[in-house]
């Protein structure tokens, strides 16, 4: 789906997909291994059963099947990163459910309690000013909150949905400035160019993108500048 051996060079946190919406057994050990030689922290990556559409096709699921699959994925990648003397650290989920969940306080809810019944000590990394980080923070997880460095979002926080024109941003350039632009208001930028204030943890990059070695990299150079790149357990040591 991208280029994940040169991704790996640039990030400090790696969202690996479970088996759900990507990946199989092969793969996930594969990536575990290359992660772990990169110096990258390990993110179970869990999301609707869901190959064929890549897990971005919303599915009427149940919260107690929503903590089903969440713990079932995280269990599968963790095995990997035990086997290589490590453990996953942090776990976000992925597309449509995580879009859900963004919405819907009973599937935050699942994520969160799965998340913390597998191990209280496990960061969520959420979007900013989502009702999944607001769950997090309600079981008392660590919650780093994320921004997309190539989504646009709207005026209530949610990222515009992909079928909309302009939801997607491809130029590394843009996605550069679109970072730049939150950093520098403290908060997500809507299309409308209203501000949401909150913090910021982390900055997504989806690697399947075809520009996506391009604009991690554009922002690992620029972000090494002022800020120090750190792994998400060190933001939480």
Same mark, same amino acid.
């Given at each position: 789906?991208?280029?994940?051996?040169?991704?790996?060079?640039?990030?400090?946190?790696?969202?690996?997909?479970?088996?759900?919406?990507?990946?199989?057994?092969?793969?996930?050990?594969?990536?575990?291994?290359?992660?772990?030689?990169?110096?990258?922290?390990?993110?179970?990556?869990?999301?609707?059963?869901?190959?064929?559409?890549?897990?971005?096709?919303?599915?009427?699921?149940?919260?107690?099947?929503?903590?089903?699959?969440?713990?079932?994925?995280?269990?599968?990648?963790?095995?990997?990163?035990?086997?290589?003397? @490590?453990?996953?650290? %942090?776990?976000?989920?992925?597309? *449509?459910? =995580?879009? +859900?969940?963004?919405?819907?306080?009973? &599937? #935050?809810?699942?994520?969160?309690?799965?998340?913390?019944?597998?191990?209280?000590?496990?960061?969520?990394?959420?979007?900013?000013?989502?009702?999944?980080?607001?769950?997090?923070?309600?079981?008392?997880?660590?919650?780093?909150?994320?921004?997309?460095?190539?989504?646009?979002?709207?005026?209530?926080?949610?990222?515009?949905?992909?079928?909309?024109?302009?939801?997607?941003?491809?130029?590394?350039?843009?996605?550069?400035?679109?970072?730049?632009?939150?950093?520098?208001?403290?908060?997500?930028?809507?299309?409308?160019?209203?501000?949401?204030?909150?913090?910021?943890? @982390?900055?997504?990059? %989806?690697?399947?993108?075809?520009? *996506?070695? =391009?604009? +991690?990299?554009?922002?690992?150079?620029? &972000? #090494?500048?002022?800020?120090?790149?750190?792994?998400?357990?060190?933001?939480?040591?």
């Amino acid at each position: 789906m991208g280029d994940d051996a040169e991704m790996l060079k640039l990030v400090q946190s790696a969202n690996i997909a479970c088996g759900f919406h990507a990946g199989d057994p092969l793969v996930m050990r594969t990536t575990v291994a290359a992660a772990l030689t990169a110096g990258v922290s390990l993110g179970a990556h869990p999301a609707y059963p869901d190959l064929q559409g890549f897990g971005r096709r919303a599915l009427e699921c149940s919260a107690g099947e929503v903590e089903a699959f969440v713990l079932y994925q995280l269990g599968a990648l963790d095995g990997f990163a035990r086997a290589h003397g @490590s453990r996953v650290t %942090h776990v976000k989920p992925h597309g *449509a459910l =995580s879009n +859900a969940a963004c919405r819907d306080q009973n &599937l #935050a809810a699942a994520i969160a309690r799965a998340t913390k019944a597998y191990d209280p000590k496990l960061i969520l990394l959420a979007p900013a000013l989502s009702a999944l980080a607001a769950a997090g923070q309600s079981e008392n997880l660590a919650t780093a909150l994320e921004i997309y460095a190539d989504r646009t979002c709207e005026d209530d926080g949610q990222l515009t949905p992909r079928g909309q024109q302009g939801a997607v941003i491809h130029a590394p350039d843009q996605c550069l400035a679109h970072v730049q632009k939150m950093l520098a208001a403290g908060g997500l930028v809507a299309r409308s160019g209203k501000i949401l204030p909150t913090p910021i943890h @982390s900055i997504c990059v %989806h690697g399947d993108a075809p520009e *996506a070695v =391009s604009t +991690a990299g554009a922002l690992n150079a620029w &972000l #090494a500048q002022a800020f120090t790149l750190a792994p998400l357990p060190l933001l939480f040591a």
